[in-house]
């Protein structure tokens, strides 16, 4: 069973940054698609971001330009780093691992979450 942990989120003033990271006891990240999802209450969760094993990233609209999702070098960890926050950024952002059919992001694993608040 893939266990992902997910860190680094916490409340930030619009306008402010936070770094997510994502970590897997049990499979290497690198190898694998990952993607953040988020949900924010009385929403429906969203796919915000992905990246494949290739490094190919994907975004949603409304992050773009702000979101940068990452790997690190011994790619081990994925990284959310959100910039110019905004007060509609506030869910719990989960981390997943899965895969690609053509272009369509697909979750398999998913780790606990953590809160991301947004004050404006």
């Known amino acids: 069973q893939v266990q992902l942990v997910e860190s680094g989120g916490g409340l930030v003033q619009a306008g402010g940054s936070l770094r997510l990271s994502c970590v897997s006891s049990t499979s290497v990240l690198g190898l694998h698609a990952v993607g953040w999802y988020r949900q924010a209450p009385g929403k429906q969760r969203e796919l915000v971001s992905s990246i494949a094993p290739d490094g190919r990233t994907n975004y949603v609209d409304s992050v773009k330009g702000r979101f940068t999702i990452s790997r690190d070098i011994t790619k081990t960890t994925v990284y959310l780093q959100m910039n110019s926050l905004k007060a509609e950024d506030t869910a719990v952002y989960y981390c997943?691992?899965?895969?690609?059919?053509?272009?369509?992001?697909?979750?398999?694993?998913w780790g606990q979450g953590t809160q991301v608040t947004v004050s404006s």
């Open positions: 997943t691992e899965g895969y690609f059919g053509g272009n369509t992001y697909f979750s398999a694993y």
